[in-house]
């Protein structure tokens, strides 16, 4: 990863944290930032496919899988604000003393990292699994992308019940670690269809012809 040839080896050290913030800090800020946009971009997806599923889905169905999504949202915004701020308080921290520093570090790192972007990403595969089963009964989206709703069903699946799953094939681990990349490009790809799907119904072949 990017971050490990930085210098950010392994992100549960507090002292490899320390010297990664004081050296690219601005770096863990920009990556803030962009979790912070993806929450915006989220909101507006579910926004869009909510609407879109309004003549497709019961009520009930669509605010339910709306709500795992805006609080996928919520705390992706969490995480990624958690980030930006952090930086240079946990730095002025560690210059007064350097125990407090580093707990500090591992304070943001754990409800940062741990807690509310991990969150953040479960809960979006689970809005990604809710789109796809009513997309996939009312016919909104491809069936390919309706079936590939099953990496982020496999990500939920591992977060709720992964200290059970000791057994359990490596693929569905590799699987797990795909969806964090895999749900992001979902979104993309159903939000392009959507538009696309829009477009067509909006603007119809002469329908812009002289005089129209």
Partial sequence: MAVARLGLTDGDDAAVGL?????HG?????AGLGIVAMA???????????????????RVARRSVAACGFFAAACLAAAGAVQVGAPGPVLRIAEIDAADGRAAYLVVHLVGVQGAYAAG?????????????????????????????VIPAVRVLIGLFGPLLDGAPDALFVLYLAGAVG????????????????????????????GG
Avoid at 26 to 30: L, R
Avoid at 128 to 135: K, P, R
Avoid at 136 to 141: E, F, T
């Fill in 19 to 23: 010297a990664f913030f004081r050296a």
């Fill in 26 to 30: 601005d770096v863990y800020v920009a």
């Fill in 40 to 58: 915006v971009a989220l909101t507006v997806a579910v926004i869009g496919l909510d609407e879109a599923l309004a003549e497709r889905a019961s």
């Fill in 121 to 149: 990403l479960l809960a979006v595969s689970g809005w990604v699994v809710g789109i796809c089963v009513l997309a996939g009964r009312s016919r909104l989206l491809p069936a390919p992308l309706v079936w590939l709703g």
């Fill in 183 to 210: 749900v992001n490009l979902w979104v993309l790809i159903a939000g392009a269809v959507l538009a696309r799907a829009a477009h067509g119904r909006t603007v119809r072949p002469g329908s812009l012809g002289p």
